[in-house]
Nanobody
Framework: QVQLAESGGGLVQAGGSLRLSCAAS????????MGWFRQAPGKEREFVAA???????HYVDSVKGRFTISRDNAENTVLLQMNSLEPEDTAVYFC?????????????????????WGQGTQVSVSS
């Protein structure tokens, strides 16, 4: 199993920026996908963005052009830079890890129980 440690998040006004960080440790592998999902109150957890070992990325349409995901392979760390934040982005953001996956495949997953998860970090955007 992989352990995921998230940092970042907080409260920001609409139009502002935040950066989330996720560091993976434990049974990591060289072929993987890491990404972010979010869950708003009363809603299902949804995919936000992912990046894989090759540098491939995938985003949900609602964040394209505003969010950027990047990685540091040497540190097993993934960053999510969130710009032009909107109140609709308010949610708990969870880091996820999947061995032998691609960013596209992570975005298409329906069985989320097979992913390794972080503890979540709150992002709140005020209007």
């Amino acid at each position: 199993q992989v352990q995921l440690a998230e940092s970042g998040g907080g409260l920001v006004q609409a139009g502002g920026s935040l950066r989330l960080s996720c560091a993976a440790s434990g049974r990591t592998v060289s072929v993987y996908a890491m990404g972010w999902f979010r869950q708003a109150p009363g809603k299902e957890r949804e995919f936000v963005a992912a990046i894989d070992w090759s540098g491939g990325t995938h985003y949900v349409d609602s964040v394209k052009g505003r969010f950027t995901i990047s990685r540091d392979n040497a540190e097993n760390t993934v960053l999510l830079q969130m710009n032009s934040l909107e109140p609709e982005d308010t949610a708990v953001y969870f880091c996820a890890f999947r061995r032998f996956s691609t960013a596209q495949a992570m975005g298409a997953m329906r069985r989320l129980d097979i992913l390794d998860w972080g503890q979540g970090t709150q992002v709140s955007v005020s209007s």
